[in-house]
């Protein structure tokens, strides 16, 4: 089971920090991505840690958010910097056996209930 927590309300030029914390299972295992959702739009991939150890970002976030995992805590984490208002959306967590740096909503097989972010001011 994947919990994401971390969501809220922040002004534009902002930063948030999401959590993503396994219970059952070794997060470290997985290839772990982040999604998000906006309004009337479809989920949308964002960045990726893989099993083997490799990152990747797309565009729009490149530079301005950063996932990294703690094993330790089995939590895998979401910094965003920079926000803008269209980051504003309801964000995801999941876990995939891909070894690579997938952002194929197919190839993930267990979802976070996801956390609202809203950048506004």
């Not at 993503?20 to 997985?30: E, I, N, P, Q, S």
């Not at 970002?57 to 805590?73: C, E, L, P, Q, W």
């Amino acid at each position: 089971q994947l919990q994401a927590s971390g969501g809220g309300l922040v002004q534009p030029g902002g930063s948030l920090r999401l959590s993503c914390a396994a219970a059952g299972f070794t997060l470290d295992y997985y290839t772990i991505g982040w999604f998000r959702q906006a309004p009337g739009k479809g989920r949308e991939g964002l960045c990726v840690s893989s099993s083997d150890g490799k990152t990747y970002y797309v565009d729009s976030v490149k530079g301005r958010f950063t996932i990294s995992r703690d094993n330790a805590k089995n939590t895998v984490y979401l910094q965003m910097n920079s926000l803008k208002p269209e980051d504003t959306a309801v964000y995801y967590c999941a876990t995939s056996s891909f070894p690579g740096t997938t952002l194929r909503i197919s190839d993930y097989h267990d979802w976070g209930q996801g956390t609202q972010v809203t950048v506004s001011s």
